[in-house]
């Protein structure tokens, strides 16, 4: 069964650090562009950030120069770990497979699978 | 920067009846659109991509449409299910999420 499942979430104190994790199952997370998206409280969606399968990260301008994506192939798992937290960086975040489609001649992208969540909380 | 719009932020629809929903670029994402149902304490389906394609298992009553900048998801004869929030999302370059359509029963 395709499925990822979040971990690492909790209370931090702004200024203070937090690292997630997005677990794989069923895929090969490193063949994949892996993406995490955050939903503050009673807000959208937003996007985060994305590591393709090459290697390449971006990220939202909100998170620039303090998250970072990364992934252990070995352990088929995604992180991102986050610095420097903000009251405003309280969200749930999810983990997302950006699943690549060809429809000649181009390819079309969507967020297929993700995962159920981990909530993070910044605040003293 | 590319700005997703959605309307109207929320759209009340009987059961039985049809639910349009618009989302609007504001430049040209040719057909690089998804559409994403969300109900509460759960996290987003993916439901369009590509503007048009219907993702595995989503039901014929859920059609998009539209290139460009403007687009449009069509919901058929709503369940009782499909009451939830609906996101568009672009994908140029990376995603970037409209704010949201809140269909809710009339």
């Known amino acids: 069964e395709v499925q990822l499942v979040e971990s ?26 892996m993406s995490w998206v955050r939903q503050a409280p009673g807000k959208g969606l937003e996007w985060v950030s994305v590591i393709y399968s090459g290697g390449s990260t971006y990220y939202a301008d909100s998170v620039k120069g303090r998250f970072t994506i990364s992934r252990d192939n070995s352990k088929n798992t995604l992180y991102l770990q986050m610095n420097s937290l903000r009251a ?15 429809l000649p001649p181009y390819y079309y992208y969507g967020m297929d699978v993700w995962g159920q969540g981990t909530t993070v909380t910044v605040s003293s | 920067e590319i700005v997703m719009t959605q309307s109207p932020a929320t759209l009340s629809v009987s059961p039985g009846e049809r639910a349009t929903l618009s989302c609007r670029a504001s430049q040209s994402v040719s057909s690089n659109l998804a559409w994403y149902q969300q109900k509460p304490g759960q996290a987003p389906r993916l439901l369009i991509y590509g503007a048009s394609t219907r993702a595995t298992g989503i039901p014929a009553r859920f059609s998009g449409s539209g290139s460009g900048t403007e ?24 995603p970037l999420f409209g704010q949201g359509t809140k269909l809710e029963i009339k």
């Open chain 2, 71 to 94: 687009f449009t998801l069509t919901i058929s004869s709503l369940q009782s299910e499909d009451f939830a929030v609906y996101y568009c999302q672009q994908y140029n370059n990376w």
């Open chain 1, 88 to 102: 405003e960086d309280t969200a749930v975040y999810y983990c997302a497979r950006v699943m690549e489609w060809l």
């Open chain 1, 8 to 33: 690492g979430g909790g209370l931090v104190q702004p200024g203070g650090s937090l690292r997630l994790s997005c677990a794989a199952s069923g895929f090969t997370v490193s063949s994949n562009y």
